[in-house]
């Protein structure tokens, strides 16, 4: 069955520093998410891509982070100055069509620790 | 996202039926309804949707209300794989806000074998 996966599984980085995680997407997807989940907390959304846009973003969503899609499989969120309280299990999902019925399938997540 | 209501916490015994309980009285008349797990340590889950008629996968039933002000996520014989957290959320059938999905604290559910 395909599936979302992400990686690294661990990232560890010094406050300050830039972070890239990366996802690859279920293949036939074109609906990309990003959400995180700080520890003991809520799965927050970050941000949803579609068509090489971001499509909509909330407020945790400011001008450290950023999106891409480099290539045709890949899908990368990146924090360019890490602070603390970025420290988090971040979560890539893709779903094969928009709208409220569409199911959004979710990789193993990210576990990022800012020291 | 319209707001949904879930007890905090259930247990069953394995291999006996689990009925996970979701409120959401301010539902609006097309709005979906859907669950998602997240088992300890791995990313959220699709388990099921459905908007006004019953439903039925592999994994879970969804039985909803006539008046849709609340739902029930049926699974049938737990397993102690299923202990996990489950979410209830209903998604608005528009443009723009459905691409996300909305997390509230959902239901920690305990399998005991």
């Known amino acids: 069955e395909p599936e979302v996966t992400q990686t690294p599984s661990h990232q560890v980085t010094q406050m300050g520093q830039e972070v890239i995680l990366r996802c690859v997407p279920i293949?036939?997807?074109?609906?990309f998410y990003w959400y995180r989940q700080i520890l003991g907390q809520k799965v927050e959304f970050l941000v949803s891509?579609?068509?090489?846009?971001?499509?909509?973003k909330s407020e945790i969503f400011d001008d450290q982070f950023s999106v891409e899609r480099p290539d045709g499989s890949n899908f990368t969120l990146k924090i360019r100055s890490t602070k603390l309280e970025d420290s988090a299990m971040y979560f890539c999902?893709?779903?094969?069509?928009?709208?409220?019925?569409?199911?959004?399938?979710f990789g193993p997540g990210t576990r990022l620790t800012v020291t | 996202d319209a707001k949904t209501t879930q007890p905090n916490s259930m247990e069953s015994n394995e291999e006996e039926p689990v009925h996970l309980p979701c409120n959401h009285s301010t539902i609006s008349g097309t709005d979906y309804i859907h669950w998602y797990r997240q088992l300890p340590s791995q990313g959220p889950e699709y388990v099921i949707h459905?908007?006004?008629s019953n439903v039925n996968n592999r994994m879970a039933s969804l039985a909803i209300a006539e008046d849709r002000k609340s739902s029930t996520l049926i699974l049938h014989r737990a397993t102690l794989r299923d202990a996990a957290v489950y979410y209830c959320i209903l998604r608005e059938n528009s443009g723009g806000s459905n691409y996300k999905l909305t997390f509230g604290k959902g239901t920690l559910l305990t399998v005991n074998p």
């Open positions: 293949s036939n997807h074109l609906y």
């Open positions: 459905g908007l006004t």
């Open positions: 999902a893709s779903s094969g069509r928009q709208g409220a019925r569409s199911e959004q399938y």
């Open positions: 891509f579609y068509n090489n846009e971001i499509s909509e």
